[in-house]
């Protein structure tokens, strides 16, 4: 959640500031600053681009740029650990983050 009233911002995994996930851009296009967008809160979305491992268990990525989803887990001393998902199929994941942090020591 971005300082800027009813603004979004792109999650990371490498401070606690920024490692608080609420929603997912379903469609992956850019949303520029100042402007609207589609936020999902939970649910399910579809990306041809991917190719998870069916069952896997996503998490917010470090980086903050991009796509932040990873099927593996933050392992730096500092990052944090935020489940945000599961993969249903290569393409499909069940968008579901959780609200716990974990910070990696």
Request: no cysteine; hydrophobic share 40%.
């Amino acid at each position: 959640i971005s300082d800027v009233t009813n603004e979004v911002q792109v999650a990371d995994a490498d401070a606690i500031a920024t490692s608080r996930v609420i929603g997912i851009n379903p469609s992956n296009s850019a949303i520029s600053d100042n402007s609207e967008g589609t936020i999902l809160l939970h649910g399910f979305v579809r990306d041809d681009t991917w190719n998870w491992t069916t069952g896997a268990t996503l998490y917010l990525g470090t980086g903050g740029t991009g796509s932040t989803i990873s099927a593996t887990a933050p392992s730096a001393t500092g990052d944090f650990v935020v489940p945000i998902g599961y993969a249903l199929s290569p393409h499909t994941i069940f968008f579901k983050p959780d609200m716990t942090l974990i910070e990696h020591a």
